[in-house]
């Protein structure tokens, strides 16, 4: 008799006992359960674009960075270029330099090689107009003025050597200094000294 009461004290031990809530029913825990689930989807709807938009963001700044890394590379690469490069423009730069002063004084000389060979044609000219009975014993040019000096038999001679000279294209504004009689063992001439400009030619 007592073996069986203590086989049913161990029975009612391990068996769990069923407990009941009153005024609970499994409808109403249902409800709950959907609530909760309702609200877990709102909240993972309300987080997931925050997650997104966090994520786009490190995305976008990680290329930057690369973008950047690039960036740099290549103006080092540049700059290491350029700087092996120093050399040769320099060399570059002197050869520049000797070519403007080579084209300046070729400048030079075409200016003085027209201005002589103007010189030539105007003396040339000189010869080719001046009157049989006169002659010229000076002649200077400097720059675009020219002077001479010369003797005629008479005034009217040194008129139509003035004159002939002004219808040409190499001299202008022909004027004349002065003239006077300068006499010789053969007779009385004129000494005469005219001044004019040369034209641009």
Known sequence: ?????????????AAPKKRFTFGSSPSASA???ASEGGL?????LFILPIVF????????????DADLRNL???????QAKLKSLDPVI???ERFQEEKRKLNSQLEVIKQLSKERLKNVKSLDMLQTIIPPKAWLTSLKVIDKKVE???MAVDDIVISEFMQAMSTTIYF????LIGSEEFKQQDGAVKKFKIKCNLENL
């Open 1 to 13: 008799m007592i073996k069986v009461n203590l086989l049913r004290d161990i029975s009612e031990i």
């Open 31 to 33: 409800e709950v359960s």
């Open 40 to 44: 877990a989807i709102r909240l993972v």
């Open 53 to 64: 938009a966090f994520g786009y963001q490190k995305y976008q700044k990680m290329l930057s």
């Open 72 to 78: 740099q590379s290549e103006h080092e690469a540049l």
């Open 90 to 92: 320099s060399e570059v």
């Open 148 to 150: 001479m000096e010369g």
């Open 172 to 175: 202008s504004n022909v004027t």
